[in-house]
């Protein structure tokens, strides 16, 4: 399994980080989590045409998570020499297909795909949920941060796995999910000392990480205010282990 950290930024413009998204690669499946402005750039620069996604996870529906959404289904269905023929998948917590319907109200057929093209699977908002895919299988359990937010862990055939957390504050679900994981890349929004609600900081997603003695962590999520502190050791307070500070187009290898 290989993981690249497509956007590690937030909803604030930036040069240096582009809103959520994360391509994972398993085999012949190419992953999405989350399609935050800059997406389908970043997929550009790793190497992968939008045509060879097979699924998109969203974590929830704020813009700088789906605002990518639109322009992938534009440029799924134009032009027409070009038209994808082979499904994909989205997964979502309940609820996404009624947001995509209303996204319809406002693009219409622009973004109305030929039947059996895109294929929504609503997950549990409520409780834990597991989907079996051909070549990696999905669990997820809701997070702390809206009503339709769901951390992911993805499961190789080789037995590796990555959790994906999404946006979340403090949460004892994120825990569970993400124990014994080879890697978990964990939104660390702000420095400590400025906690919102909502958002994990440094410290707060090390002390999760340790609970759940994942292998590696990824810090990620950064709004510009991490850039003026030592986010690296707020976060070695509550976690020993392998640590990386994400970057636009990081590598890693499961």
């Known amino acids: 399994m290989k993981i690249t950290i497509l956007g ?16 994972a690669q398993i085999d012949s499946a190419r992953l999405l989590l989350d399609s935050g402005a800059g997406t389908m750039r970043g997929l550009l620069r790793a190497g992968v045409t939008i045509d060879k996604i ?55 057929e622009w973004i109305e795909l030929e039947d059996g093209i895109m294929n929504i699977v609503e997950l549990d908002n409520n409780g834990g949920d597991h989907l079996d895919c051909s070549n990696f299988e999905v669990d997820s359990l809701p997070m702390d941060h809206t009503d339709q937010s769901l951390a992911y862990r993805i499961t190789a055939p080789d037995g590796s796995s990555f959790v994906y957390s999404g ?3 403090v949460c004892e679900n994120l825990v569970t999910l993400a124990k014994d994981a080879d890697l978990l890349v964990c939104e660390s929004a702000l420095p400590d000392e400025i906690k919102v609600s909502g958002h994990l900081t440094p410290s707060l997603a090390g002390r999760i990480a340790t609970k759940a003695n994942v292998k590696k962590l990824v810090l990620t999520h950064f709004y510009p205010e991490c850039d003026a502190v030592d986010i690296f050791s707020q976060c070695r307070k509550s976690y020993e282990g392998p640590l990386v500070l994400a970057e636009d187009m990081l590598e890693l290898e499961l």
């Open 8 to 23: 590690s930024g937030t909803c604030v413009p930036s040069l240096k980080r582009s809103s959520c998204s994360v391509l």
């Open 54 to 108: 097979s699924h998109i996870f969203y974590s929830h529906l704020h813009p700088d998570h789906t605002g990518e959404l639109v322009p992938f289904l534009f440029a799924t269905k134009y032009p027409e020499s070009h038209r994808r023929r082979k499904p994909f998948t989205v997964v979502a917590a309940k609820g996404f297909a009624d947001f995509y319907e209303k996204l319809k109200l406002a693009y219409g």
């Open 167 to 169: 946006d979340t504050d």
